[in-house]
């Protein structure tokens, strides 16, 4: 799909002022694909620059917007930033989600959800995310907590959820699956992510992801899994 122009933008700007309630026209603001447009350059900007070295003219020239339009859009950088980590993390998390929406067994599901948050993760974007935010902690505490809580629903949310159900069909055998949730995707995790936030490793293959995901199953449920309970 084309970028959409700022020529057309103000053409439907200007259309709604005049046909609030008809035609279809979105208000200032309200343009979806725009608002993609601007999200998209803005990943290209940050995943080329630190926070700091990104400016907002740098994302007006890589979107192809205005500066009006974008401020009509975001209210600063920091906006910005925000609501690109939000849309990043909801197609994470709509990924793994889809992994629990079956009728496979629990290790299947426990197996595909954890290869793909754990590629998530560790992957070259979110890890620049990660390392951005930890760059501007402390005199931007603000970012890092909208960082954290931009989203109602993350990975962690989404497993205890999974296995409330699967505590209530009798298939595991967990007290408290908040704790769980969080344990699982440690073990998934373990060694990984750390490894890629520091430096430690520049990437990180499918076959150690596939790995460290197993051998989590196993320790989960070992401790977790209708047998274990039944002990």
């Not at 909801?90 to 595909?112: C, F, R, T, Y």
């Not at 699967?166 to 769980?180: C, K, N, P, R, Y």
Request: charged share 25%.
């Amino acid at each position: 799909m084309a970028p959409v122009t700022d020529a057309e933008h103000e053409n439907s700007l200007h259309d709604q002022q005049e046909h609030p309630s008809g035609g279809g026209r979105r208000a200032a603001g309200a343009d979806p694909v725009k608002r993609e447009q601007i999200l998209d350059g803005a990943k290209r900007v940050f995943m080329r620059s630190s926070f700091d070295a990104a400016s907002m003219n740098d994302i007006t020239r890589e979107a192809g917007v205005s500066k009006g339009t974008l401020y009509v859009y975001f209210e600063n950088k920091e906006d910005l930033f925000t609501a690109l980590i939000a849309r990043e993390r909801n197609i994470i998390v709509n990924s793994v989600k889809q992994s629990l929406n079956g009728n496979e067994p629990v290790e299947e599901a426990l197996h595909a959800f954890g290869v793909k948050l754990v590629t998530s993760i560790t992957s070259d974007y979110t890890i620049r995310a990660m390392r951005t935010v930890l760059g501007v902690i402390d005199r931007m505490p603000r970012l890092a907590q909208r960082f954290f809580t931009a989203t109602p629903e993350n990975g962690y949310t989404v497993l205890k959820a999974y296995f409330d159900q699967q505590v209530s069909a009798g298939t595991l055998s967990i007290e408290d699956t908040e704790t769980a949730a969080k344990q699982f995707i440690d073990l998934a995790m373990a060694g990984m992510f750390k490894g890629r936030l520091f430096g430690m490793c520049d990437s990180v293959s499918d076959e150690s992801i596939e790995k460290n995901v197993r051998s989590a199953i196993r320790v989960f449920l070992a401790a977790y899994g209708k047998e274990a309970g039944a002990k």
